[in-house]
């Protein structure tokens, strides 16, 4: 499997192509392929076919995949897009931009961090359970049953007194 210099999160300039100089996000990368999706880049019509008689056939303008070769990523610190050299960090191999010799993996990490610190807080929120007010007993089939016999023979009899 080939490993690619772009990563998912990265922000990237396309240096090739119909779409030379959009700049984008990473939404996906696939290193099988060599390819990666940018948001707005190469926006291509998906023919989507209706599968019920609810749904409506349609056309879908959507991102497609570009070879990773045609896109360079953006250092957050200098802001120019820029090669990639890789330089082994206490112990790890971590992607460093040629211009500034700023660490590109940082920001992504720092992002996966957070994003692990509110999914631990919403775990806590969701164990925690509220409390919750105390219901009046509720009357079982048979109390319900009773109480409408009850009924219905006074009922009765009020209206045999009349007659």
């Keep these: 499997m ?3 210099h772009v990563k ?14 959009k700049t984008g996000k990473v939404l996906s990368a696939m290193p099988s392929e060599n390819a990666v999706v940018v948001e707005k880049v190469n926006i291509i019509n998906k023919h989507k076919k209706s599968r019920n008689a609810q749904e409506k056939s349609s056309i879908v303008k959507m991102e497609g995949k570009i070879d990773a070769s045609n896109v360079q990523v953006i250092c957050s610190t200098c802001k120019k897009a820029t090669r990639i050299s890789y330089k082994e960090v206490d112990g790890k191999k971590v992607r ?3 211009h500034c010799g700023a660490s590109l993996d940082v920001a992504v990490k720092i992002k996966k961090e957070a994003k692990k610190a509110d999914k631990k807080v919403v775990e806590a929120t969701k164990t925690e359970k509220p409390a ?12 319900t049953k009773t109480a409408k016999t009850t009924t219905t023979k006074t009922a009765v009899r009020k209206t045999a007194e009349k007659v």
């Design 2 to 4: 080939a490993n690619l």
């Design 96 to 98: 460093v931009c040629k």
């Design 132 to 143: 919750t007010k105390k219901a009046a007993p509720k009357k079982t089939a048979a109390a």
């Design 8 to 21: 998912k999160g990265d922000t990237v300039v396309v240096i090739a192509g119909k779409d030379k100089g």
